[in-house]
Every structure is written in structure tokens, then in C-alpha cells.
């Protein structure tokens, strides 16, 4: 019970240390650019996350992720484009929709596979909805992009100002982190997990395992919806990218390096894949090799990845 309690006061505290990280920050020289940066991980670590309940979570590795993420970022713009609103509930709604919608009808398909056969299956379509995206000149803006993205407001809130929107971001990614914490210690989340482990003994036991991977999926799908509607705001800007493979890949590489299966693992390997990407690389010419070989050696050597060693390395010294 102590032990709970501790957890959740320390919860509680990195939390709002996260949220009200440009008040205390602002007396640093290079505040505006580091709250830029850890805006940015945030909402690598929302799309690590969500991919993490399929990956860590249900067992399904899957390399087209991101077409759910971007789908959220183009819907989230187009909508506020179209119906001239700006509210952010309406666009986080919106984004969720559609990139649950897509998800349903890429996961009635993907998920009646497994293991290379479903990751090749999530490749091959996320690769059909970039195609469509970079050839929609008219809704996405084609290889230009869609630019000018309108930032939210809520209830006279005003975003647009690089505060709030960096309050935005940590708040949601807050609350994202919640939710997938309850989903993990759910009942479902623990047939999830059953899936993943034994999904033979699963169906035996009465499970539907089909639809139970699904329901993953779509879910996965509108978390990564979230964290794409909130790039898009963060940057004014959505491109082909942000449905890419190049995307997905980023997340993917972000869950095995912090550690698949784990609540936080995979917002720490965002973090560590953006920081090397963003701030390392100003530093030496190599930075992508860093980040290569730091991949070899966690999938190698280390699978359990950042969380797991700490863990294991905690456990040590307890004994």
C-alpha cells in the first residue's frame, strides 16, 4: 500500500514538473528551444505508446503505425479548414474518428495474420494510404504538404502561443499515459497479454482473440490519431511524412530501445530517439550511425531495453 502511494505521489509530481516545464525552465538560456524539443518527444512518445499496446502489449508488430498518426494530423487540419472551426475537442474527436476508422479497416484485414505475414500486411497498407495521401493534391496538399495548420482554442483558451501549446501536449500525453496504464491493468489488458504469450490457449479458454486484436488495433489506431492532430498544431504543418514509413519506423525503433511492454519504456526510447536526431546531431555529422548502433546493441544484447536493464540493475542492488 506504501509502495502505491509513493508511486503515485512521485506520479503526481513528475507530472506537474512535466506540464509546468516552461515556467521553471524560462530562466535558461536555451528555454524556448528545449521547450520545443521535449514538445516534440512527447508527441513521438503518444505514437511509441499507442504502437507499444500492439507491440509490447498484444504482440503484434506492426510497420504502418504511422498511417493512423498522420491520418489524425490530416484530419485534425482539414476539419478546421473545412468547417472553419478551431475548437480542440472537435479536432481531437475528429482525429481520433478517422484514424479509428482506418484502423478498423486495415485491422479486419491485418489481423487475422501473424507475425512477419501482419507486419508485412501493416507495411503494405500504411504504404496504400501514403500513396493516397501524396496523390489527394486537393485534401492534403500532395508532396507540398498542408500548411498553415490552425492551432485550437477551447473554451477562450488560446494555444497558439508556444506555452500552451507545450502545456497542451504534456497534459494529453498525461493522459494518455493514464489510460494506457488502465487498459494494461484491465481485464482486457491482461487478455492482451494472454494473446501475446499463448493465443492458441487463449482461444481454447473462449477467448475471441480475433476481435480482442482488433479492438487493440483500433484503439492503437486513435491514440496514434491524438499525437498526430497534436504534431500537426505543434508545427502548423502535416506532410507525407507523418504517414510514411520513415515514421514508423521512428516509433518502432522508440519501443525497443525503452523497452517494449513496459508503461513508460517507450516515451523514454522517444526521448532518446529525438534527442539524438535533434540535439545530438548538431553536435557530430554521425548522429543517425549513433542511433543505428545503439539500435543493434539494445536488440542484440539488450531486449528488455532501458527500463528492463534499469530494472534488472535495481533489483541487484536490492539484493
Do not use: C
Not at 492532430?229 to 508545427?235: K, M, N, Q, V
Amino acid at each position: 500500500m506504501r509502495r502505491r502511494v509513493a508511486l503515485a505521489g512521485a506520479g503526481l509530481v513528475a507530472a506537474l514538473a512535466l506540464v509546468t516545464f516552461p515556467i521553471w525552465s524560462s530562466e535558461w538560456e536555451s528555454s524556448r528551444y528545449a521547450t520545443t524539443v521535449l514538445r516534440d518527444m512527447l508527441v513521438l512518445g503518444i505514437l511509441a505508446l499507442s504502437l507499444d499496446l500492439l507491440v509490447g502489449t498484444t504482440g503484434l508488430p506492426s510497420l504502418g503505425h504511422a498511417a493512423f498518426f498522420g491520418a489524425g494530423a490530416y484530419a485534425a487540419a482539414i476539419a478546421a479548414q473545412r468547417l472553419a472551426n478551431d475548437n480542440l475537442l472537435i479536432g481531437l474527436l475528429v482525429a481520433m474518428v478517422v484514424a479509428a476508422s482506418l484502423a478498423l479497416v486495415i485491422g479486419i484485414f491485418a489481423v487475422r495474420a501473424a507475425g512477419i505475414f501482419f507486419l508485412m500486411l501493416t507495411l503494405a497498407f500504411a504504404q496504400m494510404v501514403f500513396a493516397l495521401a501524396f496523390q489527394a493534391v486537393d485534401l492534403t496538399g500532395g508532396s507540398n504538404g498542408f500548411a498553415g495548420v490552425q492551432r485550437p482554442r477551447l473554451f477562450g483558451l488560446d494555444f497558439s502561443a508556444p506555452d500552451a501549446l507545450f502545456e497542451l501536449v504534456a497534459v494529453t500525453f498525461v493522459l494518455v499515459v493514464l489510460l494506457l496504464w488502465r487498459v494494461r491493468t484491465s481485464t482486457y489488458g491482461r487478455a492482451l497479454v494472454g494473446i501475446r504469450e499463448n493465443e492458441r490457449r487463449m482461444r481454447a479458454l473462449g477467448y475471441d482473440t480475433t476481435r480482442l486484436k482488433l479492438s487493440a488495433f483500433v484503439l492503437a489506431g486513435a491514440v496514434a490519431g491524438i499525437g498526430g492532430a497534436l504534431s500537426g498544431w505543434s508545427l502548423r504543418f502535416v506532410s507525407t511524412n507523418d504517414v510514411g514509413i520513415g515514421r514508423s519506423v521512428e516509433a518502432f525503433v522508440s519501443v525497443l530501445i525503452g523497452g517494449s511492454g513496459t508503461l513508460l519504456g517507450p516515451a523514454i526510447g522517444a526521448t532518446v530517439v529525438l534527442f539524438i536526431e535533434r540535439v545530438l546531431s548538431s553536435s557530430i555529422p554521425f548522429a543517425e550511425t549513433v542511433l543505428g548502433v545503439l539500435f543493434i546493441v539494445f536488440v542484440t544484447a539488450a531486449r528488455q531495453g532501458i527500463v528492463g536493464l534499469l530494472a534488472t540493475a535495481y533489483s541487484r542492488v536490492r539484493r
